[in-house]
């Protein structure tokens, strides 16, 4: 028997926060009536949501939630929208404080973030507030109007650049110490790799192997045949030529810290430092100078803005900066590396791929919180318009020619293209976990996938999008 689960969605974090709020003082009265004031609650563990095989949740599917940190056997029960979910339901956590338990969510449940209030009983009685986010199922739609060409590549692929004569790749597999990682050219007719290389060794720490170097992020400058990448797991950045993909400098570890994105303009490398509120800028040209950082302020009271992904705008010498956690958009004006703007990006949970067109007229950001696609005006940062257009969108780009946005959805296993004014006009299957994408200027997108699995058949590709 289906429950009422999933009343009232919130797009904005600070409505999830103000309902959510609300609820939990209603759910606290509640507990605390029995005997007031006599023992002090606080749970600091972890609660999350999510569908089967930690898949998307859509409606009419099974959300699975986990915790940990309970009190063990800790009886807990789930509310929504002042409703107690799985037909009221109570369960409980196993002898070593985590609980396992699964809901139904009706087909009728609109795409959006509820928050759900877990009211933790037994000798500790608590409560705390998570997200669940219902998102938005899409058939696979427009391959009509789209001639796609898919190849294997390297494994794990994480980041894509497209030069006028080859496209490289960055791939890495594994957590640290990273062993297996490789950056690769292939030619953009034949898509076959022409050249490929493994990094150099990376110092170890204490009594643990270093691994490699492992490529991450990746920028092409092709005026001085350079291609740079970020070296995640050593808080640092490479360069290689462009020719042959020797390794032209490794910088020591500890450079930049977690880096992100790397883009190339006017003879500098400008590398995102994820969660912090740091870009920093590299003389491409002189590359045992010392690099500059550009700290961004936030635009709103109280928050750090937390740089993520980057974007440029040639024409109007401009780069972007989405902000992960405070949801914000940054400009920064590449004559001289100033912050021109920091704007609000409303409605939007967790800010991470960034777009910005050519002229810097329009901006697009992707957030995988609540898979918001916002279109802001690139000079004033009004939205214009915000659309939801499938699960876990990560990454986006504009193809220049057509104008339209072309959204990495990693949780539908798709790429989405919209019009410059939002509508939906394409949904097309490029495979499992599509992760980063890049255009080449002449009409052509193109994405690489990671993988779904050992046996996924679609795993460590690389897929060119063409407008038929």
């Given amino acids: 028997m289906t429950h009422s689960l999933l009343r009232s969605p919130v797009s904005a974090k600070g409505q999830a926060v103000g309902a959510a709020a609300t609820a939990l003082l209603l759910v606290w009265s509640s507990i605390a009536l029995a005997d007031p004031f006599t023992t002090p609650g606080g749970y600091e563990g972890r609660i999350s949501a999510q569908g089967a095989n930690r898949s998307p949740i859509f409606a009419g599917s099974k959300a699975e939630i986990e915790a940990q940190g309970l009190a063990p056997n800790q009886p807990v029960s789930l509310r929504q929208a002042g409703e107690v979910l799985g037909n009221g339901a109570s369960f409980a956590a196993d002898d070593k404080g985590n609980l396992k338990a699964e809901l139904e969510i009706p087909a009728t449940a609109k795409a959006g973030l509820y928050p759900v209030v877990a009211e933790l009983g037994g000798d500790t009685p608590s409560a705390t507030v998570f997200d669940l986010k219902v998102s938005k199922q899409l058939p696979f739609s427009g391959s009509e109007n789209y001639a796609l060409k898919s190849v294997e590549i390297v494994r794990n692929p994480y980041q894509i650049a497209v030069g006028k004569d080859a496209i490289y790749v960055t791939g890495a597999v594994g957590r640290p110490p990273v062993k297996e990682s490789e950056l690769a050219k292939i030619d953009p007719q034949s898509m076959e790799i022409t050249a490929r290389v493994t990094p150099q060794a990376a110092p170890s720490k204490g009594d643990r192997e270093g691994g490699v170097f492992a490529v991450y992020g990746i920028g092409l400058d092709e005026q ?29 570890e500890d450079s930049v ?68 956690g405070s949801n914000e958009v940054a400009v920064i004006d590449l004559k001289d590396d100033s912050v021109k703007a920091t704007w609000k990006v409303p409605h939007s949970v967790s800010t991470i791929g960034v777009a910005a067109s050519a002229d810097g007229s329009r901006v697009y950001t992707v957030a995988q919180g609540n898979d918001a696609v916002s279109i802001l005006d690139g000079k004033t940062g009004a939205l214009i318009k915000q659309v939801n257009i499938g699960a876990n969108p990560l990454n986006t780009v504009v193809e220049p020619k057509s104008g339209n946005i072309f959204v990495a959805l990693r949780g539908a296993h798709a790429v989405a293209v919209i019009s410059p004014e939002g509508e939906l006009l394409a949904n097309l299957d490029v495979g499992s976990t599509p992760n980063h994408l890049t255009q080449d200027g002449a009409g052509n997108v193109y994405v690489v996938n990671k993988s779904g699995g050992e046996d996924d058949p679609t795993a460590n590709r690389l897929t060119r999008i063409s407008a038929k």
């Fill in 224 to 252: 001085d045949h350079q291609v740079w990448v970020t070296n995640s797991r050593q808080n640092t950045v490479a360069v290689y030529d462009s020719k042959d993909l020797s390794l032209i400098k490794q910088f020591p």
């Fill in 257 to 324: 810290d977690h880096p992100r994105d790397v883009l190339l303009a006017n003879g500098k490398a400008y590398v995102s430092a994820t969660f912090t509120p740091e870009i920093y800028v590299f003389d491409a040209k002189h590359l045992d100078a010392e690099p500059a950082v550009i700290e961004i302020p936030s635009s709103q009271r109280g928050q750090r803005f937390a740089a993520a992904s980057l974007s440029l705008a040639p024409e109007a010498n401009e780069l972007f900066v989405s902000s992960l």
